[in-house]
Structure formats: C-alpha cells, structure tokens
C-alpha cells in the first residue's frame, strides 16, 4: 500500500454525491426513486446560454484563456456585480473559476496550516470542515440555530474569533437549512470584526438570487470597511441551472489575486473557453427562464413546506432562500442518517441526513425542493406512508 501524506487521510466527502449514486443505481433497478437528495436545479440549462457556449466551439475558441479568466467574463462579473450589489468592482479583481468549490479550495488552503484555527458554518456545507481539516488547520463550528431562524449570529461567530483565527466563512442564503441572515445581523458582524483584523473572510454567496418573503440578501461586499480581507464566491451553477459546466467566479482582495491566479496556473491552468462564453451569455442575456425557475421554487417551498408539517414527528420552519427545507425530525426518535437511509431503501425518496452538514445537524434532514411539485407530493406521501407503519 502506497503511503500518502496524512492530509489525504483527513480529506471528507460530500455524501450528497454518495446520495445520488445509490439513488441511480436504484433507479437502474427499475425502482422509481424521488430525488430531494442533490443540490441542483431540476431546470435545463437556458437554452442561449447553451447557444452561445456551441457557437464559441464552432467559431474556434478551443485553447487556453488566461488563467484568471476571459475579460470579457470577467467585466461581465463586474457589471453584474455592480447591478446585484451596487458596489463597483475592477474585472482585475475577478477570478473565473472551475465551479464554486474551487474557491473554497483555494481560500482555505491559502490560510489553513497547523496551529492556526478556521470557523466555519454548522450546519454548513460539508466540503468547508473537510478542506480545513485537510489544511491541519482547527476546524471551529460557529452553530447555525433553528431557533434564530438559521441564521448565524454576530455575537456567538463573534466570541468563537481568538489570536489563531486565520479565516471566517460565512453563507447565506445557506445550504443545507435555507436560512438567510439578516442585514442588521450581518452589520453588527461587520463592526465586530474591525477588532479582528487579522481574520480573513470568505462569503460564500452562491444562492444569492434565491430569497423568498421579501427577504433581501446582504452582500458582504457592501461593507468597504472590511473589502480588502474578503473572498466573495459566487458562481453559475445555482443561478443559471448550470452545475454541470463547472463555472464559478470569485472577487479577491489586491494582496491576494496574484496567489490565486497562480494557483490556477499551476493547477487547472483556465477554465474551459466556451463554457465562459456561455457564462457570458448567461448574465448578459435575459434572465426571465432564472425567474421563473425562482418562483418556481417559491412554489415549490409552500408546497415542501406544508406537507412535512403534516408528517408526524416532523416540523419544519419555512426556509427564506436557496432550495433547501431542513426539516427537524427529533420526535420521530431514530437518528438522522438511518432514517434518510430508510427512506432512500424502503420508500425511494432520496434525502441527505443533517449530520452529513455537520454535528449540529443531529436531528434533522435536508429536502432540497429543486423537483416537481408532484414529486414533491409524491415523496411527502411515500414518507407518510412509510412512518404510519
Ligand atoms: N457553496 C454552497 C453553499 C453550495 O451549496 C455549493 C453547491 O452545492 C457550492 C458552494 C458549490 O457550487 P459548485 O457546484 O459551483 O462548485
């Protein structure tokens, strides 16, 4: 047996993935499985997208882009940057990156080594905890509470910072719970970490579309006071029902691009050519199909939302963005995992169990509603049926 570096030995999983393997092969079985288990938009991809990425295949654009990305990506991030946010950013600050995790990456591993600590969001996406364990760094849970909404809280993030802290990830709207913080938790966040300013910041903004209620999302990059220590990512696959392409992007502070930039030189050199065209498209053509795919998934939510409040055992807040509902399912008394396991087994519903988010995820189980509202009803019914036995 080849003997690796410990690190690999430390490097976790995402058992979402795991989820949908058992899922499809269930399905090869002839079973017809219901997935609520993967995180990813049941819509195609917008079909000018799609357009634009084959027509730059056809016009010859097959080689390497710069390692940071296309320009014209890049001011296309800015511009919508700019109109999402109100805040005006250089292109020259734009990292066009191999998916949204890639940042993830790439920011952990510039701060994580040993000896030095990185909080992080639980429960959180699980890749977060798996990288910083890769790095030797201390992974800190910073809790995500139920009974605050799911959102995280300024003063509890706030009293987990010591000397060793290097880098603090937040996300909102959030997966796996929904949970959206509000701008007035986000502002006293802010004002705390002046005293820190040592701490790093990565604010993982991949749902910020995806807010329901009227709940208006708080991007980080609104704060100047903190700018030249934030990581913003961000990226294609939710918005624009783009997962599979592999296209996220990522705003940098000066003193940090340069490093990243190398990064990607010396590992996945650029992000493939007509993919970025595509991206191109994607957010400078109309964006009435991402429309409707959000209310679609306002619907959707209602709908998740009722039925598992009828479920016995289970209760569910109303999540107020992305396409996730974490339903708590403490009082039906088995642990979180085995029940989503038996639902996938015994009642083909594909779920994701709340521990695969972290320790605070004991007790619940995360439904991402991104299926049809008949699916959806059928998986609710399916689960009854299975508990009433
Ligand atoms: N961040 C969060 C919170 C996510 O839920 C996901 C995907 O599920 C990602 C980042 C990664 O996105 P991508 O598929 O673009 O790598």
């Given at each position: ?13 995402e ?21 609520l288990?993967?995180?990813?938009p ?11 990425a ?61 000896g ?7 429960p ?64 006293a ?18 749902y ?181 036995k």
């Amino acid at each position: 047996m080849l003997q690796t570096i410990s690190a690999f030995d430390r490097i976790g999983e995402e058992n979402a993935f795991a989820v949908l393997a058992r899922a499809a092969e269930l399905s090869r079985q002839g079973r017809d499985v219901i997935n609520l288990g993967i995180g990813q938009p049941d819509f195609r991809t917008p079909d000018h997208i799609v357009e634009a990425a084959i027509k730059a295949l056809r016009d010859g654009h097959h080689g390497y882009t710069p390692a940071n990305g296309l320009p014209e990506c890049r001011e296309a991030v800015a511009e919508r940057t700019l109109q999402t946010t109100g805040i005006e950013i250089s292109p020259d600050s734009v990292m066009i990156m191999p998916g949204g995790k890639v940042t993830m990456f790439a920011a952990i591993l510039m701060f994580g080594e040993p000896g030095t600590e990185i909080l992080y969001p639980d429960p959180g996406f699980p890749i977060y905890r798996s990288m910083i364990e890769f790095t030797g760094a201390t992974p800190v849970p910073v809790p995500i509470r139920e009974e605050n909404g799911f959102a995280f809280s300024a003063e509890e993030t706030l009293s987990l910072i010591t000397p060793k802290t290097r880098l603090l990830i937040l996300n909102s709207p959030a997966n796996p719970t929904g949970g959206v913080t509000p701008k007035s938790e986000i502002e006293a966040l802010v004002r705390g970490l002046e005293a820190h300013p040592q701490v790093a910041i990565l604010s993982d903004e991949i749902y910020d579309t995806m807010t329901y209620d009227g709940e208006e999302h708080c991007s980080l990059l609104t704060f100047e006071q903190i700018r030249d220590r934030l990581i913003l990512l961000n990226g294609w696959s939710k918005t624009w029902a783009m997962t599979g392409w592999r296209m996220g992007w990522s705003i940098w502070p000066d003193g940090l691009y340069d490093k990243v930039r190398k990064l990607a030189v010396n590992c996945w050199s650029c992000v493939n050519a007509p993919a970025q065209f595509g991206g191109i498209a994607a957010i400078r053509g109309p964006q009435d199909a991402v429309d409707t795919m959000i209310s679609a998934f306002d619907r959707r939510r209602g709908v998740i939302v009722e039925g598992l409040n009828e479920l016995p055992g289970v209760s569910c807040a109303t999540p107020k963005g992305a396409f996730y509902a974490f339903a708590n399912v403490r009082d039906i008394g088995r642990p979180a995992k085995h029940l989503a396991s038996e639902l996938l087994e015994k009642a083909d519903v594909a779920l994701v169990g709340g521990p695969d988010f972290g320790i605070l995820g004991e007790g619940y189980i995360r439904f991402s509603y991104a299926n049809s509202e008949e699916n959806i009803l059928r998986a609710i019914e399916r689960i009854k049926n299975y508990l009433d036995k």
